[in-house]
């Protein structure tokens, strides 16, 4: 099982429309969680970070984090052509000797207008 | 403008021809990182390093290096390329440790070893 997994896509959203992305991750002690947005041949950029159980929104955004069910998602609302992107899940993950940041393999998604 | 500096851009080399690909961040960070992207992998940390003179091994440090004697520079070294590392590579900082607010990243530099 690897440490944090997404769904690798293409998702496919109608502009206007809501965009689900989702995250799993194996380490139920991990504290700190990312979403970061990569545009094609572009480096990742940082969009919502999320600490605590519940709910976050910034803008047009929501994350949305449950510990029990190691389960992080991202909300987009009003979807616009230009958040089409790849997006890219980051959790804090323990190691042999310190804690580390580990990426998923990043969800594809389009947003047809 | 706080960033990330990374050089060269794009870069093809030849299987055994030392390279280092050069990155420097000026907003004062003291948590620097390299990774790698490849289709399906995601990004996978190489080496990191939390101080001057302080660098530790990622996931796959194999057939690198680096170092850090200055806080702003943090090159990555390839003494001897081969083509497994053809990839695409990121530098990136951090105010805290391991990235845990969040990393700068770099603009990336495709590197092609034939």
């Known amino acids: 099982q690897k440490e944090v997994e997404q769904n690798s896509g293409p998702l496919s959203v109608p502009e206007g429309a809501i965009a689900s992305l989702n995250c799993t991750y194996s380490?139920?002690?991990?504290?700190?969680f990312f979403w970061y947005r990569q545009y094609s041949g572009k480096s990742p950029e940082l969009i919502m970070s999320?600490?605590?159980?519940g709910d976050k929104e910034d803008g047009r955004f929501t994350a949305q984090l449950n510990k029990a069910s190691q389960y992080v998602s991202l909300l987009i609302r009003d979807s616009q052509p230009s958040d089409s992107a790849t997006y890219l899940c980051?959790?804090?993950?323990?190691?042999?000797?310190?804690?580390?940041?580990?990426f998923g393999s990043g969800t594809r998604l389009s947003i047809r207008p | 403008e706080a960033q990330v500096t990374q050089n060269p851009r794009y870069l093809i080399t030849v299987t055994g021809k030392k390279l280092t690909v050069t990155c420097s961040q000026n907003?004062?960070?003291?948590?620097m990182s390299w990774y790698r992207q490849d289709p399906g992998l995601g990004l996978r940390q190489i080496y990191y390093?939390?101080?001057?003179?302080?660098?530790d091994k990622g996931d796959v440090p194999e057939g690198y290096k680096v170092s850090r004697k200055e806080k702003r520079n943090f090159p990555l070294i390839l003494e001897s390329p081969s083509p497994n590392q053809t990839s695409l590579y990121f530098c990136?900082?951090?105010?805290?440790?391991?990235?845990?607010?969040?990393?700068?990243f770099g603009s990336g530099t495709r590197l092609t070893v034939v």
């Open positions: 907003m004062n960070h003291e948590y």
């Open positions: 990136a900082s951090s105010l805290y440790p391991l990235g845990e607010y969040g990393y700068t």
């Open positions: 390093s939390m101080n001057v003179e302080v660098t």
């Open positions: 999320i600490y605590s159980n």
């Open positions: 380490d139920r002690v991990s504290q700190s």
């Open positions: 980051a959790v804090n993950i323990r190691g042999s000797s310190a804690s580390k940041i580990i």
